[in-house]
């Protein structure tokens, strides 16, 4: 068996501390160094004794690393992502990949030009589930898909927010939280190519929205609503769905339907509804539950990038997908400002 492959995490907030457990936790990996310039970071690298540098800069010139995890703040992707292609070693960036699409679209275009692999931390499209429901689409289990309805209500409280990055531009839950769903969608679903949207902060008047509702239109003609408020106590989120992070307890209601000419899906449960006997309202309609093996979609996402840096492995989110989202998210931000439909 060859050696594990030695990951560096730069950023050890809540994403970034997730992300260290699942590298201590798979076999193909190992934890290299922890990059964050916090005395809670240095203290956390000490409990685990793996080595702690305040910045890439130091930690490159003692301790090079295979790959990267990237899981600093939102407005840092860019710079970090530049200095890990700089220095040929692979990224993991969690999503987004940055705050504007321009900023993206040169990272993506540097890793291109260097051949150094850069991919999108949308961890959910690992996720077993999601690849079942995923392979019942493309096999023409609903049919033409219709409709999507997407949910994403849950209340953040007030000390989340006194890190002040979270109160400004580049965060709020259209970046942090909707992009997530609308990358989900995208890869269900196909290209969205047109979006209309609105948006409020009228509770917390911070510099960044706190709910919006949007209109997704996909190239397949298939058209689609999301609504997203982290300020609604709800049980409608991936979050409280899922089970994914046991930071939730999980609920029992769904966050995503799929409509088809077929069948239609709700996700998380992957209940599949259909008319058995006959296409219409009138006729008895049936619920088949579609089974799947379930696995930590973070821990997989760490795998298939340390495949991603063997060569055994092709990216399961690119930074050129993490673009294309962005694009959407972005579209959704400039609907949102001018109450026009916006071109992805």
């Not at 504007?100 to 260097?114: F, G, I, K, P, W």
């Not at 007030?158 to 942090?176: H, Q, T």
């Not at 909707?178 to 902060?201: E, F, K, M, P, T």
Request: hydrophobic share 45%.
């Amino acid at each position: 068996m060859s050696a594990p492959i030695r990951l560096t995490v730069m950023g050890a907030g809540l994403i970034g501390k997730r992300h260290i457990e699942h590298i201590l936790a798979r076999p193909e990996a190992v934890l290299s160094s922890i990059v964050d310039p916090t005395p809670a970071a240095r203290e956390l690298a000490v409990s685990l004794n793996v080595n702690w540098f305040p910045c890439f800069r130091d930690m490159l010139s003692e301790s090079r690393p295979d790959g990267v995890v990237v899981a600093t703040p939102n407005q840092m992707h860019v710079a970090n992502g530049m200095d890990c292609i700089a220095a040929g070693i692979p990224a993991l960036i969690e999503k987004p990949l940055a705050d504007d699409v321009v900023a993206a679209q040169a990272l993506v275009e540097a890793s291109d030009r260097a051949g150094v692999p850069l991919l999108t931390g949308h961890h959910r499209r690992h996720n077993p589930m999601i690849q079942r429901a995923k392979a019942e689409i493309d096999s023409g289990g609903l049919g033409q898909i219709v409709s999507v309805h997407g949910m994403f209500w849950l209340i953040k409280p007030d000390d989340y927010f006194e890190v002040s990055w979270r109160r400004e531009k580049g965060a709020g839950p259209i970046f942090l939280n909707l992009i997530h769903d609308i990358d989900l969608l995208r890869y269900l679903c196909g290209d969205i190519v047109a979006v209309q949207a609105a948006q409020s902060n009228q509770l917390r008047g911070n510099g960044v929205e706190e709910t919006a509702v949007v209109i997704l239109h996909f190239a397949s003609g298939a058209l689609g609503t999301v609504n997203v408020s982290d300020t609604i106590q709800s049980p409608w989120s991936w979050e409280f769905t899922a089970g994914e992070n046991p930071a939730y307890n999980r609920t029992q209601e769904a966050c995503y339907q799929i409509g088809g000419t077929r069948a239609s899906l709700a996700i998380p449960q992957l209940d599949l509804w259909h008319h058995p006997s006959k296409a219409s309202w009138w006729a008895p309609i049936e619920r088949e539950q579609l089974r799947y093996e379930k696995e930590d979609p973070l821990g997989l996402q760490i795998a298939n990038f340390c495949g991603v840096i063997c060569g055994t492995a092709t990216p399961v989110v690119s930074g050129h997908e993490g673009l294309k989202t962005l694009r959407v998210i972005d579209a959704v931000k400039r609907a949102a400002e001018t109450g026009d439909l916006v071109s992805v």
